[in-house]
């Protein structure tokens, strides 16, 4: 459900000054609202900006996480952008507690995934031109149900009792496919009252924190190396991921492509007989156990486990060429699936 902002929590947003002059010019401002009348009678009608939408319009322009403006705090109210949203719908977000971004491709066709345990809903935008045969692809899935979704009709398939998706019409140059998977129809059509619509500039300037946009990963590659030692010569702006991602997989891609390095100078010290190299080698190895992004994806996910693995693998002696194999190196670089 949609929660208004008061005026005390406008008054006690962490904005600076600059920031609340606008937002106070933002209320101030009468907005003109033409009502269908006979054109010689027609007359501006002004109408005055609601709280959450003025809030909305500042957190766009100041570039805070609009989800983050709620009025009492709590983590599972919907964002307060929803109310700025104008024209075509191109994307949606989910700012209720418990749920993350685990996967996120951004580009006119794209998706962002959502997850709370088990549950997950993942959110695809399409061409207009995609919008046909998508609906007849999932009609292998059975008859739709017809519903309303932002104002547009939109079908709803059901794969299963767990899993069902929804296609909406097309809305200007595309349309949006939701699916939910883990939960029942009853909690999918509650998580799509709590979808928020947005545009493109809305939606880049309401991503959570744990996406990571493409503009944000060199600087991001940094913070995750602050602790993390690299081999002479290795250079952090070859990894990257094209479009948005979010912190696990650049951590992921950054943390698998140092360890592998560091098993190539292992494997050329152990080919040579070099055992400074390869005791340089095991040992950055092994201190991955205290980098702070493993330890930060550890709580969600297991590929940490990986990387210390073959830390305490290096560290005991393996032999070099049987761990390149296992853990998918190829000369200093992951092996793409």
Same mark, same amino acid.
């Given at each position: 459900?949609?929660?208004?902002?008061?005026?005390?929590?406008?008054?006690?947003?962490?904005?600076?000054?600059?920031?609340?002059?606008?937002?106070?010019?933002?209320?101030?401002?009468?907005?003109?609202?033409?009502?269908?009348?006979?054109?010689?009678?027609?007359?501006?009608?002004?109408?005055?900006?609601?709280?959450?939408?003025?809030?909305?319009?500042?957190?766009?322009?100041?570039? +805070?996480?609009?989800?983050?403006?709620?009025?009492?705090?709590?983590?599972?109210?919907?964002?307060?952008?929803?109310?700025? !949203?104008? #024209?075509?719908?191109?994307?949606?977000?989910?700012?209720?507690?418990?749920?993350? @971004?685990?996967?996120?491709?951004?580009?006119?066709? =794209?998706?962002? +995934?959502?997850?709370?345990?088990?549950?997950?809903?993942?959110?695809?935008?399409?061409?207009?031109?995609?919008?046909?045969?998508?609906?007849?692809?999932?009609?292998?899935?059975?008859?739709?149900?017809?519903?309303?979704?932002?104002?547009?009709?939109?079908?709803?398939?059901?794969?299963?009792?767990?899993?069902?998706?929804?296609?909406?019409? +097309?809305?200007?140059?595309?349309?949006?496919?939701?699916?939910?998977?883990?939960?029942?129809?009853?909690?999918?059509?509650?998580?799509?009252?709590?979808?928020?619509? !947005? $545009?493109?500039?809305?939606?880049?300037?309401?991503?959570?924190?744990?996406?990571?946009?493409?503009?944000?990963?060199?600087?991001?590659?940094?913070?995750?190396?602050?602790? @993390?030692?690299?081999? @002479?010569?290795?250079?952090?702006?070859?990894?990257?991921?094209?479009?948005?991602?979010?912190?696990?997989?650049? =951590?992921?891609?950054?943390?698998?492509?140092?360890?592998?390095?560091?098993?190539?100078?292992?494997?050329?010290?152990?080919?040579?007989? $070099?055992?400074?190299?390869?005791?340089?080698?095991?040992?950055?190895?092994?201190?991955?156990?205290?980098?702070?992004?493993?330890?930060?994806?550890?709580?969600?996910?297991?590929?940490?486990?990986?990387?210390?693995?073959? #830390?305490?693998?290096?560290?005991?002696?393996?032999?070099?060429?049987?761990?390149?194999?296992?853990?998918?190196?190829?000369? #200093?670089?992951? @092996?793409?699936?």
């Amino acid at each position: 459900m949609n929660h208004k902002l008061s005026d005390e929590t406008i008054g006690g947003l962490p904005l600076h000054e600059g920031r609340a002059e606008l937002l106070e010019e933002i209320m101030a401002t009468p907005v003109l609202d033409v009502i269908d009348t006979p054109s010689h009678l027609k007359r501006p009608r002004p109408r005055w900006i609601t709280v959450a939408a003025a809030a909305a319009s500042i957190a766009v322009i100041a570039g +805070v996480p609009a989800y983050l403006l709620h009025d009492d705090g709590a983590s599972g109210d919907a964002p307060a952008f929803a109310a700025a !949203v104008q #024209g075509p719908v191109d994307r949606a977000l989910l700012g209720l507690e418990g749920w993350r @971004v685990i996967n996120m491709v951004d580009g006119t066709d =794209g998706e962002i +995934v959502f997850a709370n345990g088990g549950q997950q809903l993942d959110v695809q935008w399409s061409k207009a031109s995609e919008h046909d045969d998508r609906v007849d692809d999932r009609g292998d899935a059975g008859d739709p149900d017809e519903l309303r979704l932002w104002g547009e009709p939109a079908l709803m398939f059901a794969y299963g009792t767990t899993d069902h998706t929804v296609i909406r019409g +097309v809305d200007g140059d595309g349309f949006l496919e939701i699916r939910g998977s883990g939960m029942d129809e009853q909690a999918f059509r509650a998580l799509l009252d709590d979808l928020q619509p !947005v $545009d493109v500039k809305a939606f880049a300037a309401g991503l959570p924190p744990e996406v990571v946009t493409p503009g944000e990963q060199a600087e991001v590659v940094t913070e995750m190396l602050s602790d @993390v030692k690299t081999p @002479v010569g290795f250079d952090p702006t070859t990894v990257r991921i094209d479009g948005a991602t979010n912190r696990y997989q650049l =951590g992921a891609k950054l943390t698998g492509t140092v360890a592998c390095v560091w098993l190539d100078k292992y494997a050329a010290g152990q080919a040579r007989g $070099d055992d400074t190299l390869v005791d340089r080698a095991a040992n950055a190895m092994k201190a991955s156990h205290s980098w702070a992004i493993l330890d930060e994806m550890a709580t969600t996910g297991a590929w940490p486990e990986q990387i210390w693995e073959q #830390g305490d693998a290096m560290a005991a002696g393996r032999d070099a060429t049987r761990l390149m194999r296992l853990y998918g190196c190829n000369d #200093g670089t992951m @092996v793409d699936d």
